[in-house]
């Protein structure tokens, strides 16, 4: 499912290697998430929109084809996916747009309520105005918000999403924030492309839910690889590796979620240039086994 590729930059996501998101979509396995470029967080304050799209174009300079969005990464007007289509429009033929619906925002701008099915059309379709294509390459179903997952059923909304793609309007589907019950759930409707749910190298949980994935080619795409949300990295306990590396905390965070399984695939976000080349720098570290054995592998 992996192939290693090469390239003369050492700061190039296509170090990586690539994996093909739903069989045939080849991404290079670091990629970028866009929720950060509105604001820093669902609270604001809102970010400069050229700064947005600053960072979009040097990402993709440094070889990201895989950016993974959402409906409600909005802020004050400031929407990560018109930053997208902004920043990168015409869309290269090898970028795959990923992006989330489910989630409904409050009047705080807080992703606090959940769509039913008969909304998840208007989210697809605000979607595919908003980065202006006729076609999601990959649409994730978000579950739960930031509930742990699992304890209800998906698979009416599951269900209307695959509709839609039975229509042609999404090439492939996504869940988000599921157990394992939840995923077999959604494929027996209809074929899951990808998992994205809470793991990094403090927050290995979905251990089990990985190597399923792994084993099936279903791509897992955490969230939160860096660390966000309520389970933060501890920085002391990868001090030795990070010195071993001459690395940051972030960069050892990705290279172990990339060594982790062939089927991770890395999306830190960022709304700084600064902290983008740290993150896509990440792709130049190979841990060996000693560093594995001190990150608790």
């Given at each position: 499912m992996t192939k290693?590729?090469?390239?003369?930059?050492?700061?190039?996501?296509?170090?990586?290697?690539?994996?093909?998101?739903?069989?045939?979509?080849?991404v290079h396995r670091l990629g970028f998430g866009a929720m950060r470029l509105p604001t820093g967080t669902f609270q604001g304050p809102v970010r400069d929109p050229e700064t947005?799209?600053?960072?979009?174009?040097?990402?993709?300079?440094?070889?990201?084809?895989?950016?993974d969005t959402a409906w409600f990464y909005r802020r004050q007007g400031v929407v990560a996916n018109e930053l997208i289509r902004t920043a990168l429009a015409p869309y290269a033929d090898d970028l795959v747009i990923a992006t989330k619906v489910g989630p409904l925002l409050d009047s705080?701008?807080?992703?606090?309520?959940?769509?039913?099915?008969d909304e998840l059309r208007g989210l697809v379709e605000d979607n595919l105005r908003t980065l202006g294509v006729d076609r999601l390459d990959l649409v994730y179903l978000r579950v739960g918000g930031m509930n742990a997952p699992g304890g209800v059923s998906i698979a009416d909304r599951f269900a209307a999403l695959a509709e839609l793609r039975e229509?042609?309007?999404?090439?492939?589907l996504g869940v988000s924030n599921v157990d394992a019950a939840q995923l077999a759930e959604a494929r027996a409707i209809a074929p899951v492309?990808?998992?994205?749910?809470?793991?990094?190298?403090?927050?290995?949980?979905?251990?089990?839910?990985?190597?399923?994935?792994?084993?099936?080619?279903i791509a897992f795409v955490p969230f939160f690889p860096l660390g966000g949300g309520y389970r933060p990295i501890d920085a002391?306990?990868?001090?030795?590796?990070?010195?071993?590396?001459r690395a940051t905390t972030a960069q050892v965070a990705l290279a172990w979620l990339l060594a982790s399984s062939p089927a991770s695939l890395a999306?830190?976000?960022t709304g700084s240039l600064d902290h983008l080349e740290e993150n896509m720098a990440a792709?130049?570290?190979l841990l060996t086994t000693e560093d594995l054995a001190a990150l608790g592998d």
């Open positions: 290693n590729t090469n390239t003369d930059s050492t700061t190039h996501a296509a170090l990586t290697g690539e994996f093909l998101l739903g069989g045939d979509l080849p947005g799209v600053a960072v979009l174009r040097r990402a993709v300079e440094l070889g990201v084809n895989h950016i705080d701008g807080v992703p606090s309520g959940e769509a039913g099915p229509e042609g309007l999404i090439r492939h492309a990808a998992v994205q749910n809470s793991f990094h190298v403090h927050d290995r949980g979905d251990a089990e839910l990985l190597a399923r994935c792994e084993k099936d080619g002391a306990a990868t001090a030795a590796v990070t010195a071993r590396h999306i830190p976000g792709a130049r570290i």
